[in-house]
């Protein structure tokens, strides 16, 4: 649509620092100014949830089609009305059916055509003014009569108001209508569906006024594009909001001395257009907007001044400025001396005092990822060629990284990082990564996992993937400096062993003394645990998390609660146990036998523990 301030070209400049934010799966995104609604319908395709305003009617119908519906309407009601008309879908019957309803001559024939009342108010050739008066005087009787729902009202308007603005006689604005005919102008009106851009998210349109609406929406991106200048949308795009508004019950008169026929209604003006009012009113929004972050479009051009701009935003919290150069809006009012391009810039305020997410998981994920038991992380087929002998899935550990990590550059560590899963899963994640493992072979393996299978991951600035004994984690990782560890250490010796459960053969890690999982007194065992589970707690950061992964122990009659032990060793150390959950296996284990029958019952471990522990003590809310 062409719309003066449109940010349809600057649209990867938006959406560049919005990435840079590093938000969540389906963050929302607030677009208070949204007229056509280009920039709503960019973050929608992103993913975002996203509520689009505009104080105009036009632009509600626009928002309602384009943002808040997420398929197209199935017209029940309309379906016996339409039969006969083309298209494989009710909405291409009803828009066909509108296309071939007889003109008339009504309001718009009458005001904007020459034919009507005024012969020098050209907007549209006298066919395309009537066949308007057709088709929305249709629309306006099958809501009066319940045929259509809100929203296929809507998506009939948008498709009215589009098709309407090509065949428009003007230089870009209603202000004035050309004195010869556009080509455009000269073709006939055709209507056709607009593109509806599907959507799992609850998206929403609003009709208010901005600084009210700020106030009651809370958001993770408020994006800011008010009228730069003092031309009056309401005014310059009367037209089109006419028809949005329609002329029905009530009456509308066009002043017979005027020569374009302007006619709005003056509470739609806007205090952004407004010199004396616009930097008081943009203040007012900047202090009411709940939000995350503030992106601000505005130009070099515009009548806030630059210093009231950076003053109100600092005020906000840190601010960051980008510009880039665009092609300046053509208007009928232009002169020889405009320059031809202006200066964009976009502001982005990352707002002080906001409650820091705990992660960036929707809450559907964050439902999903809160039941105590897991058994939908399976391994891959890749992880499956591996025959390690206690590899947990990659999925398992990027599971444990979005819930229990919230930014990019969050440090995640294992201090026996056997194939390298949790390495591969937080550079998945793009987060970095610190694996360390005594075997030389382990670490070659994980590098090469890397290189191979991973490669697209594989950023060497990120990750560390070091020879070494987990008692020396001093050396390779920075106090406080990891977020999360997730690990699995050796359980005792029982790779030693048989496998009772499915009794396949077992392979050890390895051979060396200092492998946790070659001593074979399981107190001992358990202090050495300890003993590296303090170098882990003083890697973390104090809003850390630490994640075992454990499995209780039998050796022949006798059973070793592994992971309460454990749980108890770490608490000594100074670690709060946050949580337990389960992870189910019971799918990989397919040559179970019934155990110590007939003479004695013995349980198939089929789970494991996935206990978490926290830093600090209970500050982690
Ligand atoms: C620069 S345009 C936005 C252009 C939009 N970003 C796009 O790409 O099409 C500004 C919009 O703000 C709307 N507007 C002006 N004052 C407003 C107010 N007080 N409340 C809500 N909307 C307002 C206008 O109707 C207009 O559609």
């Not at 689009?52 to 379906?79: G, H, V």
């Not at 009548?303 to 701009?309: A, D, Q």
């Not at 048989?498 to 946790?516: F, G, H, M, P, V």
């Amino acid at each position: 649509m062409r719309y003066y301030g449109c940010k349809t070209k600057l649209l990867d400049f938006i959406e560049k620092s919005t990435k840079e934010l590093d938000l969540y799966e389906g963050a929302k995104f607030f677009d208070v100014f949204t007229g056509t609604t280009a920039v709503a319908k960019h973050f929608k395709r992103l993913g975002y949830t996203v509520i689009a305003n505009d104080n105009l009617e036009f632009c509600y119908a626009l928002a309602k089609a384009y943002i808040e519906l997420n398929e197209y309407p199935k017209f029940n009601k309309l379906k016996k009305v339409v039969v006969g008309h083309d298209g494989q879908n009710t909405h291409n019957k009803v828009i066909n059916y509108l296309n071939a309803v007889e003109p008339i001559k009504g309001f718009i024939f009458q005001n904007y055509c020459p034919g009507g009342t005024k012969k020098l108010r050209t907007y549209f050739s006298d066919e395309n003014g009537r066949k308007i008066d057709a088709i929305r005087t249709q629309v306006h009787e099958w809501k009066k009569s319940n045929l259509v729902t809100e929203l296929e009202y809507y998506f009939l308007l948008t498709s009215l108001i589009e098709g309407v603005n090509l065949v428009s006689n003007i230089a870009g604005t209603y202000a004035a209508c050309l004195k010869t005919w556009d080509k455009r102008a000269l073709k006939p009106l055709i209507i056709t569906p607009p593109e509806i851009i599907p959507s799992k998210r609850m998206n929403r349109a609003l009709r208010m006024d901005a600084n009210e609406a700020v106030e009651k929406i809370s958001t993770d991106i408020l994006y800011l594009d008010p009228p730069y200048n003092t031309r009056q949308f309401a005014s310059n795009y009367f037209l089109l909001e006419l028809i949005a508004e329609g002329w029905f019950d009530k009456e509308i008169k066009i002043d017979p001395k005027s020569k374009t026929g302007i006619y709005f209604d003056e509470s739609k003006k806007s205090l952004y257009c407004q010199k004396a009012a616009a930097p008081e009113i943009f203040a007012d929004l900047i202090r009411k907007a709940k939000a995350r972050h503030i992106l601000l479009s505005y130009n070099n051009e515009g009548i806030i001044s630059e210093k009231h701009i950076q003053k109100t935003l600092s005020e906000k919290g840190e601010l960051l400025r980008r510009e880039q150069n665009h092609k300046r809006y053509r208007s009928i009012n232009q002169t020889e001396n405009d320059p031809n391009s202006v200066n964009e810039r976009l502001y982005v305020v990352s707002v002080n005092g906001v409650k820091d997410r705990f992660n960036r998981l929707n809450g559907a994920k964050w439902l999903q990822h809160s039941f105590s038991i897991w058994r939908d992380t399976s391994k891959n087929a890749e992880e499956l060629a591996l025959h390690h002998p206690a590899i947990f899935p990659i999925s398992l550990a990027e599971r444990l990284i979005d819930i229990f990590t919230d930014k990019k550059d969050a440090v995640v560590l294992d201090p026996m990082v056997g194939s390298g899963s949790v390495v591969i899963a937080a550079l998945k994640k793009g987060r970095k990564a610190v694996g360390v493992d005594l075997s030389k072979e382990y670490i070659q393996l994980a590098k090469k996992r890397m290189e191979t299978h991973y490669k697209e991951f594989d950023d060497k600035k990120r990750y560390k993937l070091v020879v070494g004994d987990a008692l020396d984690l001093h050396k390779y990782v920075e106090p406080n400096s990891v977020r999360l560890c997730v690990t699995s250490p050796p359980y005792w010796d029982i790779l030693n062993e048989k496998r009772t459960a499915d009794q396949k053969e077992n392979i050890n890690y390895s051979d060396s003394k200092k492998d946790l999982g070659n001593l074979s007194d399981y107190n001992q065992f358990l202090d050495s645990l300890k003993s590296v589970f303090s170098k882990v707690h003083e890697s973390l950061q104090d809003n850390g998390f630490c994640a075992v992964i454990v499995m209780d122990i039998r050796k022949k009659s006798h059973f070793y609660p592994f992971h309460a032990d454990l749980t108890n060793k770490l608490t000594d150390i100074g670690f709060k146990l946050r949580d337990i959950m389960i992870w189910d296996r019971q799918k990989e284990y397919n040559n179970l036998k019934p155990l110590g029958y007939p003479y004695s019952f013995i349980v198939n471990k089929v789970h494991e523990y996935i206990l978490i522990f926290e830093k600090s003590n209970g500050q982690n809310k």
